[in-house]
Every structure is written in structure tokens, then in C-alpha cells.
């Protein structure tokens, strides 16, 4: 899942993600489906001076806390926090 905002709304964006996700599991279950959070990945993207505004260390996503990485794997591509594409 992917939400765009600017740093200075990294914590309502943060809010509006973790309510999308509650009701994505929510719907997955009345499907009879689950999601592993344990496998979840967080990634912020921009540029170095927009990342030194996040003060978000790790978010509560379902049963599991979720630290943001410097670099995700996302359909076989390795994504950096500023997409060089180094990794």
C-alpha cells in the first residue's frame, strides 16, 4: 500500500495508513483470509533533506510493530528510501 504526503504530515498520513491497513485485514478476514504483519515492510520515500524531517521510528500494524528500512523489496525490486536503485 502506498499513501503520498508531504513530511511536514508524516503523522496523519501515518494515522490514515494504519486505519487503511485495520481495514484491509478486516475485509481479508470476513473473506476468510489473512494478513501476516509479521512480513510487513515499511519504506519512506523522498529526498535525504525531507527523510531528516520523519521522526516516526515504527508503526503498530495489526500484531506486530513495523520499523521503517532504508531499502524493501517490492515485486523482485529492491527500493531505497531516496529510489537511487544502489541496492
Known sequence: MYISAPAA????????????????????RSNRLRMNADKAQLVWL?????????????????????KPSSAVLDLGVNIDGQLTMAA
Open 46 to 66: 523522498g529526498t535525504r533533506q525531507q527523510l531528516a524531517k520523519l521522526t516516526t521510528t515504527e508503526l503498530p500494524l495489526l500484531s506486530a510493530l513495523v
Open 9 to 28: 504530515s508524516a503523522s496523519v498520513s501515518t494515522q490514515r495508513f494504519i486505519a487503511c491497513i485495520e481495514r484491509i485485514d478486516a475485509w481479508m
